[in-house]
T-cell receptor, first 109, second 115 residues
Framework: GQNIDQPTEMTATEGAIVQINCTYQ??????LFWYQQHAGEAPTFLSY??LDGLEEKGRFSSFLSRSKGYSYLLLKELQMKDSASYLC??????????WGAGTKLIIKP | GAVVSQHPSRVICKSGTSVKIECRSL??????MFWYRQFPKKSLMLMAT?????????EQGVEKDKFLINHASLTLSTLTVTSAHPEDSSFYIC???????????FGQGTRLTVV
């Protein structure tokens, strides 16, 4: 079967750094996405990785290792507004998007 | 960038009635539209995939006669929840893509409450 694993919930402090991990097992690979979703809202696109390595975009960075089936989303200088769920999704060889259950990130002052 | 508009954002309906949700791509041709539902604190569950001009492909366990999907044009897809029941109360979201490797965009979502 195909599955995406990510922690259910994480807690971090305002101003700190947090890393949200995602491991995947899919039939083929055509890219990995990270989305942010605030409660009651639709997901918003954060990043897309298709090659190994680190992609940096402001306070957010995303890393991919295809050989390990592993990615992480790194959030720096955490702000209260970063409290949200973070969804990892992988596009397989059939271009289907397989979704993780999401990681709820709680930011404390 | 591309924009996807989904309406309504919230709807409350009585049991037994039908509700139509619209998803429009505003400035690009949407080859494929995906419909998801999401229960509180759960991830997105794909319900069906629709391509313009053809019948939607439903995921296992999703009743095609209950969740009617129409993708009549390259910019509009509709999801109709027929004979709604309280257990259909959920957050419904459309996602639109213009091709295999293009970025996909989500609609704003529709919060459906059936009373």
């Amino acid at each position: 079967g195909q599955n995406i694993d990510q922690p259910t919930e994480m807690t971090a402090t305002e101003g700190a750094i947090v890393q949200i991990n995602c491991t995947y097992q899919t039939s083929g690979f055509n890219g990995l996405f990270w989305y942010q979703q605030h409660a009651g809202e639709a997901p918003t696109f954060l990043s897309y990785n298709v090659l190994d390595g680190l992609e940096e975009k402001g306070r957010f960075s995303s890393f991919l290792s295809r050989s390990k089936g592993y990615s992480y989303l790194l959030l720096k200088e955490l702000q209260m507004k970063d409290s949200a769920s973070y969804l990892c999704a992988v596009k397989n060889s059939n271009y289907q998007l397989i979704w993780g259950a999401g990681t709820k990130l709680i930011i404390k002052p | 960038g591309a924009v996807v508009s989904q309406h309504p954002s919230r709807v409350i309906c009585k049991s037994g009635t039908s509700v139509k949700i619209e998803c429009r791509s505003l400035d690009f041709q949407a080859t494929t539209m995906f419909w998801y539902r999401q229960f509180p604190k759960k991830s997105l569950m794909l319900m069906a995939t629709s391509n313009e001009g053809s019948k939607a492909t439903y995921e296992q366990g999703v009743e095609k006669d209950k969740f009617l999907i129409n993708h009549a044009s390259l910019t509009l897809s509709t999801l109709t929840v027929t004979s709604a029941h309280p257990e259909d109360s959920s957050f419904y979201i459309c996602r639109v893509t213009g091709g295999l490797n293009t970025e996909a965009f989500f609609g704003q979502g529709t919060r459906l409450t059936v009373v």
